[in-house]
């Protein structure tokens, strides 16, 4: 029995494997097309390939669900192409056996997703975003172009065009609003360095708006004070897909203190948290397809369905996370609504097959 779960762990893993190069590397062909769309500046065709396969564990942590399910219907496809799943089964191994061995091979996908997640996509995203972006050209944080980074501290509005691992500021415009929200001053610099708790500005441009008159005035230098730190600039540079999962709980609290609203980062946490149960559900689907309808189709047709079963799923998740909280269902619930339905569809299925 221990071998026969050993030959179906390894087929099973072997397959998730070679799905995982494929996919990996079409991927990797497709974000390299469409970055020699922004050839300019400094930023040539050397850096373009250093960020696709700099930022590429990033692509493959959203796609492990649908590598792990691909591979496992490929793995057990393959295992019924050759009839070894019959025979599998006529040597008395059940069903539910042959699942807890798949998943025990899933489980592996599972795991490196969590920590992907946690400890190595965010830091490597950071720096390849900072990367691309700084590396477009200067005149992309000078021009203010683009959609950078917000942030709101008070009556201050801040916008950051690019971000530096090491927290120095690229295109930093700061707008002051009295409490009656009137525009008051705006200051733009072209950089700034985080120097004994403070800002400081270089290439500085203030413009205040009075009532019946605006000023404007440059300086080499200034000071912006402000509660960012290079530490929490973490939080505003990166998108929640990017964050870990502890950054997103810390910063979804932060800014329900601060009453902006944390939904999008909270929907980020949930669906990073779930990861496992969802690539688990999907994994329980595919199983399901190589008992029931998929039992007799071709190795082709097999793959073909769980490209577009894993697509589905990603779009479904993808759209019913901002929809639920637009109508108020709360992140938790719409990331966990397609979970079940997959878990509900793969058990049916294979009551049904017996």
Known sequence: MRKIDAHIRSSVINAILGVMVVLVMLDMVIALLNQLDNLRGSYDFWDALYYVVASSPARMYEMIPMITLIGCLAGLGGLATHSELTAIRAAGVSTQRIMFSTMKAASI?????????????????????????????????????????????????????????????????????????????????????????????????????????????????????????????????????DMAISTLYRYGQYLDEQGLGGGEFKLAFWKKILQPLSTMALVLLGISFIFGPLRSVTMGQRLFSGILVGLVYKIVVDLLGPLGLLIGIGPLMANLIPIFVCLAWGTWTLRKAG
């Open 109 to 241: 996908m599972m795991v490196l997703g969590l920590v992907m997640g946690e400890y190595i996509v965010p830091d490597l995203e950071r720096m390849t975003t900072s990367f691309r972006t700084i590396a477009l050209g200067r005149e992309v944080a000078s021009s203010n172009e683009g959609r950078g980074h917000w942030h709101k501290e008070g009556n201050n509005y801040m916008r950051f065009s690019a971000i530096e691992p090491n927290g120095v500021l690229h295109g930093l415009s700061v707008y002051e609003f009295d409490n009656d929200k009137n525009l008051t001053s705006m200051t733009y610099a072209r950089r700034a360095l985080y120097q004994r708790a403070q800002w400081t500005m270089e290439e500085v441009t203030i413009t205040e708006v009075g009532e019946f008159e605006t000023t404007v005035e440059k300086k080499p230098t200034g000071i912006f004070n402000s509660l960012l730190t290079p530490e929490r600039l973490k939080f505003v540079a990166q998108d929640p897909s």
